[in-house]
Structures are given as structure tokens and as C-alpha cells.
């Protein structure tokens, strides 16, 4: 996976006068199933979050509320996504580094992810990304 293969999704958008909806279905909307869903708020300025890869997990980033940027790196090429409508989100593979930043005040970040929470399934050491994404590539070659 490259960060070519990280694309905005344009979600359904139902308007109301009264408000609008979204709604999300996995597999229908998205290219996997939901398995968890979470959210993060209240980051205070400056902060960044996320700085990590997955093995196996999709996600999907939507900005519910504000803005933010999403830095994408397959240990060759890098990327920034900026978020900053509801009915938009990032799919972002495995074996892609991500980090959100430039929180706008009162953002949320909802995440819609292919997996349930597994530790293992983390690169949280960028140097044993490298590793991993060079091991990646060599099997495959």
C-alpha cells in the first residue's frame, strides 16, 4: 500500500431544512465492515494525534466537527489530507503511517475502523514501520 491508495470517500448526505444526516454503512458506503467506532475531541492546540500504522485495520477519518490535517507516509512517500467537511472521509489502509494535526478548536475526529482493538495489530515505533513496510516488500518480491 502507498499513500495513492489513501482516497476521500464522499459519504450520502440527506438535507433538511431542520439539519442533515449522514449515514454510513459499511461495505455499502465504505469498502469494509465497521467493527469500532470512536471518536476524539478536546485536543488542545498544537497537539497531534494518531502517529501510528495498522497490519490488518482499515479506517475511515471523518472530521464530525472543526478541521484537521492527516499526514500520510508509506515509508517512501508522504501526504496531508485536509478534513474539514462532515460528508467526507479518509480510508486509510494498513501499512500506512498516519498522524492528524492542526486540530481546529472543538473538532472532532470520528474513526470508523475494520477491527476491534488489538494491540498488536499497532506500529507505534516509526523506525520499526520502515522495518516492517521493507519486510512487506521483500516477501512480496
Not at 500500500?1 to 459499511?26: H, Y
Not at 472530521?63 to 512517500?77: H, M, P, R, W
Not at 474513526?111 to 488489538?118: D, G, N, P
Request: hydrophobic letters at 35%.
Amino acid at each position: 500500500m502507498t499513500v495513492f491508495d489513501c482516497s476521500i470517500i464522499q459519504l450520502p448526505r440527506i438535507e433538511n431544512e431542520k439539519g442533515n444526516i449522514t449515514p454510513i454503512a459499511g461495505r455499502k458506503n465504505i469498502p469494509f465492515e465497521i467493527e469500532r467506532v470512536f471518536y476524539t475531541y478536546d485536543i488542545p492546540g498544537g497537539e497531534a494525534r494518531g502517529a501510528h500504522a495498522h497490519k490488518e485495520c482499515h479506517q475511515l477519518l471523518v472530521a464530525a466537527s472543526g478541521s484537521f490535517e492527516v499526514v500520510l507516509d508509506d515509508g517512501i512517500n508522504k501526504r496531508t489530507v485536509l478534513l474539514n467537511r462532515p460528508f467526507y472521509g479518509l480510508h486509510i489502509p494498513p501499512g500506512i503511517w498516519a498522524a492528524e494535526q492542526g486540530f481546529s478548536s472543538g473538532s472532532i475526529c470520528l474513526v470508523l475502523a475494520s477491527h476491534k482493538y488489538e494491540e498488536e495489530d499497532y506500529i507505534r515505533d516509526y523506525p520499526k514501520f520502515l522495518i516492517y513496510k521493507n519486510d512487506i516488500t521483500t516477501s512480496i518480491i
